[in-house]
């Protein structure tokens, strides 16, 4: 998968991996910014196929919101299913927990998704939130429930 896009991205180490996808830091050459490119992982393709993650994708492409993280691109690359995504340099909730016992009102708001009567009810996992600068804390990732 390297080399298929390595006139678009060099990916420089991996970020983490989850059940469904593995997430490296690269570097996109076009834009000269560092970015997160989640990879499905092939062997769950091969079994499950690549529509789970095909809904995730569009989802994320279809959604706009300061603490939703946007989707940058997207395709297959030597059969490798991906999309591309801001880096966003700093911890996530779960580490932000780990080190520090309270947060403040402004911070758990944020980090138990938000506040208010319309806002789409879907599980977001504290691993799957990145707290950038200061209080800033963006949605990486949704979870179908």
């Known amino acids: 998968m390297t080399s298929a896009l390595t006139d678009r991205y060099r990916i420089e180490r991996q970020l983490g991996a989850g059940g469904m996808a ?12 560092k970015v997160a490119l989640k990879v499905l992982k092939p062997e769950l393709a091969a ?10 994708i569009k989802t994320t ?3 706009s919101h300061p603490h939703i993280l946007p989707l940058f691109d997207s395709g297959t690359a030597d059969g490798f299913l991906f999309y591309v995504m801001p880096y966003i ?3 996530t909730i779960r580490e932000k927990l780990t080190r520090e016992t309270q947060f403040g ?7 138990a998704g938000g506040a208010g009567p319309n806002r789409e009810r879907r599980p977001l996992r504290l691993g799957n939130r990145r707290s950038a600068s200061g209080s800033t804390v963006r949605v990486m990732k ?3 429930s």
């Open 61 to 63: 492409a279809s959604l």
């Open 105 to 111: 009102v402004d911070e758990a708001v944020l980090g």
């Open 22 to 33: 593995t997430v490296f830091l690269a570097h996109d050459l076009k834009h000269d910014r």
């Open 47 to 56: 079994v499950l196929g690549a529509e789970r993650f095909i809904v995730e």
């Open 89 to 91: 340099q700093g911890e």
């Open 142 to 144: 949704l979870v179908a």
